[in-house]
């Protein structure tokens, strides 16, 4: 499995205390049982005064003139830098940066860019597996700092920062190899759930199963809509004609009922006098029959 590589990058303003924080480090680590190299880059001290830079070897201690005010070498500001003096330190430890668990620079400088040979190792102690931090200068941190986080250290941070890289450092490759696994594992089962699924979900025809009808485009549902719409409409219209029919035959039966009743209650009336009047002609005969004594 490929490990990505991690580094963590300090910058600051100078005497922002980049190399005190890198040596504390150092030492608390060490003590630690962590396998740190690289190098550090402390001022070199005379009378009080800052005099140049050495550079010193963090595993074996060795030690050589990074930087003077004397003559001799490209010039940084004030000071003249030994090329050769800082090579022959840095050069060795950064060919065995994978040797360690933590590998310090101090610095990513204008003085150490001097040498060539520096610059052409750089990349491959940034990819390596090792925990790189360094101290970079902040014109060189928009060319480096990409390959990493990056700390910017001030008097206010510097113990949290201090606290924070330590924390980072104290964490063992098998911790990370663990959380890689963990996460290339479950990338590796998510990508072939999707898969399953895919092939699950896809349509399968057999020999015997009839294609599926194709669909029919929109013109044409849009089409059957309005047919079916005047086929609603005539049948409303026949239900209504049927009904308005029906409506009419019963108004012309009640009508035809309504005439022939009162005919039929004249006749009575008519059949009640017929009935009626030689019965009152009888009884009147009778009443004269009576009077002239027949």
Same mark, same amino acid.
């Given at each position: 499995?490929?490990?990505?590589?991690?580094?963590?990058?300090?910058?600051? =303003?100078?005497?922002?205390?980049?190399?005190?924080?890198?040596?504390?480090?150092?030492? !608390?680590?060490?003590?630690?049982?962590?396998?740190? $190299?690289?190098?550090?880059?402390?001022?070199?001290?005379?009378?009080?005064?800052? +005099?140049?830079?050495?550079?010193?070897?963090?595993?074996?201690?060795?030690?050589?003139?990074?930087?003077?005010?004397?003559?001799?070498?490209?010039?940084? $500001?004030?000071?003249?830098?030994?090329?050769?003096?800082?090579?022959?330190?840095?050069?060795?430890?950064?060919?065995?940066?994978?040797?360690?668990?933590?590998?310090?620079?101090?610095?990513?400088?204008?003085?150490?860019?001097?040498?060539?040979?520096?610059?052409?190792?750089?990349?491959?102690?940034?990819?390596?597996?090792?925990?790189?931090?360094?101290?970079?200068?902040? +014109?060189?941190?928009? @060319?480096?700092?990409? #390959?990493?986080?990056?700390?910017? =250290? @001030?008097?206010?941070?510097?113990?949290?920062?201090?606290?924070? =890289?330590?924390?980072?450092?104290?964490?063992?490759?098998?911790?990370?190899?663990?959380?890689?696994?963990?996460? *290339?594992?479950?990338?590796?089962? #998510? @990508?072939?759930?999707? !898969?399953?699924?895919?092939?699950?979900?896809?349509?399968?025809?057999?020999?015997?199963?009839?294609?599926?009808?194709?669909?029919?485009?929109?013109?044409?549902?849009?089409?059957?809509?309005?047919?079916?719409? $005047?086929?609603?409409?005539?049948?409303?219209?026949?239900?209504?004609?049927?009904?308005?029919?029906?409506?009419? $035959?019963?108004?012309?039966?009640?009508?035809?009922?309504?005439?022939?009743?009162?005919?039929?209650?004249?006749? #009575?009336?008519?059949?009640? !006098?017929?009935?009626?009047?030689?019965?009152?002609?009888?009884?009147?005969? *009778?009443?004269?029959?009576?009077?002239?004594?027949?």
């Amino acid at each position: 499995m490929v490990i990505m590589p991690r580094n963590i990058f300090i910058s600051g =303003l100078p005497k922002s205390g980049k190399t005190t924080l890198l040596q504390k480090l150092v030492e !608390e680590l060490k003590k630690s049982g962590k396998k740190v $190299g690289g190098f550090l880059s402390p001022a070199s001290l005379e009378h009080g005064s800052r +005099e140049g830079f050495i550079v010193e070897d963090i595993e074996t201690g060795k030690k050589a003139q990074l930087a003077s005010l004397s003559s001799g070498g490209p010039k940084v $500001g004030k000071y003249c830098v030994k090329v050769k003096e800082f090579e022959s330190i840095a050069i060795p430890a950064m060919n065995k940066v994978d040797k360690y668990d933590v590998f310090v620079m101090d610095e990513i400088g204008r003085m150490e860019m001097k040498s060539k040979k520096f610059v052409n190792l750089l990349d491959k102690v940034f990819e390596s597996k090792t925990l790189v931090i360094a101290s970079i200068s902040e +014109e060189y941190a928009p @060319t480096y700092g990409f #390959q990493g986080e990056i700390f910017l =250290l @001030t008097q206010t941070n510097r113990e949290a920062v201090y606290l924070e =890289l330590l924390r980072k450092a104290m964490e063992t490759p098998a911790e990370i190899v663990k959380q890689s696994d963990v996460v *290339g594992a479950a990338q590796e089962v #998510q @990508t072939k759930h999707m !898969e399953a699924r895919a092939i699950s979900e896809a349509p399968s025809l057999s020999s015997s199963q009839k294609p599926t009808p194709a669909a029919k485009a929109p013109s044409e549902e849009k089409k059957e809509k309005p047919a079916k719409k $005047g086929k609603k409409e005539k049948e409303k219209k026949e239900t209504k004609g049927s009904a308005g029919k029906k409506a009419k $035959g019963k108004k012309k039966s009640e009508k035809e009922k309504s005439e022939k009743e009162p005919k039929e209650e004249k006749a #009575q009336v008519e059949n009640k !006098e017929e009935k009626k009047g030689p019965e009152e002609k009888k009884g009147l005969l *009778g009443k004269i029959r009576n009077l002239i004594g027949i």
